[in-house]
């Protein structure tokens, strides 16, 4: 079941990032992203990472979606009415491509745990005993905040010059 339950929320997720980059109405995109977002939530609760699923909706999926919408609106960008590629043989298209795409990434990723890719990950004891030592938040900040702090101030960053390059843009239509 569980398996079952990853190819869905893959197939979510591959199909709402490819509607995210052809959809021609930005609210639909924006819905795409949310889907894909709420996607996602669902995979780490599936690989038991219950604080970042939590974070996921709540932070992404809640305050930036509507930071997104906020911008959507100040632009006056949704009054795109004419059909996108969500409509008929499209959708059923991407979801198959979706599907697909995921089937060939869970089989390449199955293995014996000798995969290069499994290298970086501690497996589930290494994470038990960072879990116990560091608890859930713990093992998500040090990294965070030591390892990946400049990544995470550019994002920061990078969100509030887009922000701050909408009000420009909406300002110069006023």
């Not at 795109?80 to 959708?91: C, I, L, V, W």
């Not at 979801?95 to 497996?123: E, I, K, M, S």
Request: proline letters at 3%; charged letters at 10%; a negative charge.
């Amino acid at each position: 079941m569980v398996d079952l339950l990853f190819y869905v929320f893959a197939a979510v997720v591959l199909g709402g990032g490819i509607g995210v980059v052809l959809a021609r109405s930005p609210v639909g995109s924006l819905l795409f992203m949310l889907a894909t977002l709420f996607a996602m939530a669902g995979i780490f609760v599936l690989f038991e990472a219950h604080f970042l699923a939590a974070i996921q909706v709540m932070v992404y999926a809640g305050a930036i979606m509507v930071l997104f919408l906020f911008v959507i609106m100040l632009l006056n960008l949704g009054h795109d009415f004419r059909k996108d590629f969500t409509h008929g043989a499209g959708m059923i298209a991407a979801f198959a491509v979706a599907g697909l795409l995921a089937g060939l990434l869970a089989r390449q990723l199955r293995g014996t745990g000798d995969h290069p890719l499994y290298a970086f990950f501690p497996g589930p004891e290494g994470m038990d005993a960072l879990l116990a030592e560091r608890g859930a938040v713990g093992a998500i900040a040090h990294p965070l905040f030591t390892d990946y702090v400049v990544a995470f101030e550019l994002t920061g960053i990078l969100l509030l010059m887009a922000l701050v390059g909408a009000i420009a843009i909406a300002k110069q239509r006023v």
